[in-house]
């Protein structure tokens, strides 16, 4: 089993940045592919950057895709999330997430908001 932590989260203006970490528990991080997803308010949770267990493969939803950048250490078991030029409408609850075949993980959340 894994147990994420995400951190990071916070109140920032339009065009600001901010830096998402999720800890990873346990031994198996560096054989999961890792993601990011969000949630704003009123909306289902949506698919935001996701790397590969080895961190050669990258893929962003084109709503963050030249902004946010997803990268690992696997060596830290930790995933992070570049996120600039932020906008209001990047403002939602960012969730980390693991995933191996049938095996997915979620970590609690961390809420960012973007004021104009």
């Known amino acids: 089993q894994v147990q994420l932590v995400e951190s990071g989260g916070g109140v920032v203006q339009a065009g600001g940045s901010l830096r998402l970490s999720c800890a990873a528990s346990g031994r198996t991080f560096g054989t999961y592919a890792m993601g990011w997803f969000r949630q704003a308010p009123g909306k289902e949770r949506e698919f935001v950057a996701t790397i590969s267990w080895g961190g050669s493969y990258t893929y962003y939803a084109d709503s963050v895709k030249g902004r946010f950048t997803i990268s690992r250490d696997n060596a830290k078991s930790t995933v992070w999330l570049q996120m600039n030029s932020l906008k209001p409408e990047d403002t939602a609850v960012y969730y980390c997430?693991?995933?191996?075949?049938?095996?997915?993980?979620w970590g609690q959340g961390t809420q960012v908001t973007v004021s104009s």
């Open positions: 997430n693991a995933g191996r075949g049938r095996y997915n993980y």
